[in-house]
């Protein structure tokens, strides 16, 4: 079983359903429950201050699926940390699951860039290639 569950939030209905999965899978075993919401920022900032920016802007965009996420886990009796990062998904989620030393990743299937997926190549298929560590992937 594991000991340190990362849950990737997108706010997406497949997301929260792999966030159901995260939760009961940390109930049975006590492990810790973690969500990463990752904000990709279109442009280049030209200072840091601009990074701090687009930071607490993504900060408010994940908000509901945040408050939702610790919801849910608070109904299961399941403490759950939530981060919101910027950078680019992928390797955020790599470099962070490398970081804290997690020892399994739920994502869902389909997140909120579904048609872009289908066309351009999966992040969930990138992450079951390239992440460190084991990951249930929930359809």
Do not use: W
């Not at 200072?47 to 919801?71: L, Q």
């Not at 994502?107 to 084991?134: E, K, N, W």
């Amino acid at each position: 079983m594991p000991n340190k569950i990362l849950h990737g939030l997108d706010g997406s209905e497949g997301s929260f359903k792999a966030l159901l999965a995260a939760i009961e899978m940390a109930r049975l075993s006590g492990a810790e429950l973690h969500t990463i919401s990752v904000e990709e920022i279109p442009r280049l900032a030209e200072t840091i201050g601009e990074v701090v920016e687009e930071k607490e802007v993504s900060n408010h965009r994940f908000r509901a699926a945040v408050f939702k996420a610790r919801e849910m886990a608070a109904q299961a009796g399941v403490e759950i940390r939530c981060h919101i990062v910027v950078g680019h998904e992928i390797k955020s989620i790599i470099e962070f699951v490398k970081a804290h030393g997690f020892d399994l990743l739920v994502i869902g299937f389909m997140g909120h860039s579904a048609l872009y997926d289908r066309v351009m190549g999966s992040t969930c298929q990138s992450l079951v290639r390239l992440v460190p560590c084991s990951v249930l992937v929930v359809k």
